[in-house]
Every structure is written in C-alpha cells, then in structure tokens.
Antibody, heavy 127, light 109 residues
Framework: QITLKESGPTLVKPTQTLTLTCTFSGFSLSTSGVGVGWIRQPPGKALEWLALIYWNDDKSYSPSLKSRLTITKDTSKNQVVLIMTNLVPVDTGTYYC???????????????????WGQGTMVTVSS | EIVLTQSPGTLSLSPGERATLSCKASQSVSRRWFAWYQQKPGQPPRLLIHDVSTRATGIPDRFSGSGSGTDFTLTISRLEPEDFAMYFCHQYGSSLPWTFGQGTKVEIK
C-alpha cells in the first residue's frame, strides 16, 4: 500500500523560505519510471502543479515558479523535499505530494497520472 | 501552457441522473496523458480516470472518460450520493507545465 505524508511549517512570513518534506512508503524512488510530484491548492481554488522528481533524479518545474523552487530526493530515507523561496501571501494554500507511477522497458518509459496523494499540509503566508 | 477550461462550473442533478462534465484544452494534449480527479471537502484529490479512459484501481464502472486532442468528457452514468463533489481535469503531457482545470462542482439538485 502506497502512502505519502507531507510535513512542514504551517505559518511562514513573507520573504521567508518554505521547506516541505514528503515522506512515503510502499514504493521506492529508485524504481525505474517512478516519480513524486508536488501540487498546491489555494483555499477554494484549483490545483496547481509545482514540481516533479523522477527515479533517475530528472526534475521538472512549473516555469512560472522555477526560479523559486528546488526539489530533491533522499532515496534511503524515502523522502522528497520541496524548497520554495521568497514566499508571498498568494503562496498560501494546501500543499500535496503525490506518487507518479511509471515503468521503463526497451529504452522507453511510460508514466501514469498522480495516483496516490498525501493528505496535504496547509501553509499560510502572513506577517 | 495548456489551459484547461471545464464546463459547466456547477452541475445540479439528482441521484440516479447522468452527469456529463466537459474539459477543453487550449492545445492538443500529447498522447493520451489526460486524467480526471474527484475531490471532496477537506480531502486530497482521488484519481478516477487516467490515459483519457482508463479507470483507476477501485473506481466503479459508472465513471467513464472519453475524448481526444482538445476535447475530453467525464461521464457518471447514474449519480450515487457519494458522487456529489468537485471534479478536476488534468493534463500531464510532454509540454510543461502540467495543468489542471478550474473544476466542476456536482451538487444535489
């Protein structure tokens, strides 16, 4: 059974840096094709994809936030960390991490959609 | 960026009725990298459909997805009480960023 859990501060001041940790179980980020992503949701609004890291350490970022985001993984600890710098109030919302299934065969890789999500962690940016 | 526009914003229906949700993309979605999620208040999204029309594990067959290119549809054949929720479409194609629609709320009439 795959589970993910987000952790981090609930309140951050503007201009500060946010560090969120996703701790997961039930899969390994060293398995070919697999990834973990971060998605956020402002209160009452739509979902916004932020970043993704794959088993081979390939990383993808939302172009609009790329300069402020860093995603890393620690395979031995089953953790993925998202760092967001220079926070502003509009960054307030629930931050989710999610499992991205996939596999590689014959030199090609297939990926699925985010199939298991953590419960999310609410982050408020306010002075 | 591929913008996903969902319609209607709110769908008011009764249990047992058929629900048809639409999602239109501003550009063609590559391959079949398109999904639908259900979200209830205070809960994370739940994957319903991936690869346009493949039901996720444990999803009842009253949920079905269809479409291609820029037009996609989620159909719920007969609404059950637990189906009243928010629904989001999502494209995870080869061009970044991956995007979500703004959501359709299915509410009890």
């Amino acid at each position: 059974q795959i589970t993910l859990k987000e952790s981090g501060p609930t309140l951050v001041k503007p201009t500060q840096t946010l560090t969120l940790t996703c701790t997961f179980s039930g899969f390994s980020l060293s398995t070919s094709g697999v990834g973990v992503g971060w998605i956020r949701q402002p209160p009452g609004k739509a979902l916004e994809w932020l970043a993704l890291i794959y088993w081979n350490d390939d990383k993808s970022y939302s172009p609009s936030l790329k300069s402020r985001l860093t995603i890393t993984k620690d395979t031995s600890k089953n953790q993925v960390v998202l760092i967001m710098t220079n926070l502003v109030p509009v960054d307030t919302g629930t931050y989710y991490c999610a499992h991205l299934p996939g596999y590689c065969s014959g030199g090609s890789c297939y990926r699925g959609a985010f199939d298991v999500w953590g419960q999310g962690t609410m982050v408020t940016v306010s002075s | 960026e591929i913008v996903l526009t969902q319609s209607p914003g709110t769908l008011s229906l009764s249990p047992g009725e058929r629900a048809t949700l639409s999602c239109k993309a501003s550009q063609s979605v590559s391959r079949r990298w398109f999904a639908w999620y259900q979200q209830k208040p205070g809960q994370p999204p739940r994957l319903l459909i991936h690869d346009v029309s493949t039901r996720a594990t444990g999803i009842p067959d009253r949920f079905s997805g269809s479409g291609s290119g820029t037009d996609f549809t989620l159909t719920i054949s007969r609404l059950e009480p637990e189906d009243f929720a928010m629904y989001f479409c999502h494209q995870y194609g080869s061009s970044l960023p991956w995007t979500f629609g703004q959501g359709t709320k299915v509410e009890i009439k």
